[in-house]
């Protein structure tokens, strides 16, 4: 799963995606209409507005204020991952798996990891920042829609690689930089890019006092 990353506004390649968001006319309607602010440096978490990188109306790399999480079937947000190996044939997600793709830039997610105790029983331990080897951006796929007027996410996860497995099940679906516009675009085959999704992967245990 992938329900915590972190964006810092100071970062070089994050700063001027994360003013775009701020100067969108939608972040102001997002305010507006659900009174909430657009996230924009800090812990990210489920239901947070936050800056998304998707096409415009001309098929243009463009950024976006969304809203993370898809509503589901008992009406109330909540899907916030999807998993790619599924997105193809799930009715929630195959339309967006062909057509609606979308990019969301991160500083590194968080995972906590989950061990099995002596009675069975699966626990949370240490809490652990993670981030591609040798990137100060993370960029996690993610797939979008349109719900009640207003862009939504939901981002996509995959097998873990060795060295995360450890600490859980699941990793987002994340793409070096030169492969986002082949991603977000409507046109290109989203099975194609998969053999590029970054597995060399750096986790650095936090203090969870930290955040």
Known sequence: MCTRYALEKSLTGLKDIIEIAERSS???KFIDTHAKPLITDGEVR?????PVIAPNSKGARSVFPMQWGFIGRDNKRSIFNARYETASIKPTFKEAWRTHRCIIPASYYFEWEHFRSPDGRVKTGDKYAIQPNGSTITWLCGLYN???GYPVFVILTKEPTENLKQIHDRMPLMLPENKIDEWINPSS???ELIPYALSDVVAEKILLSRY
């Open 26 to 28: 939608l972040t102001t």
């Open 46 to 50: 489920p239901t947070d507005i936050v």
């Open 146 to 148: 349109i719900e009640n």
């Open 189 to 191: 085959t989203p099975e």
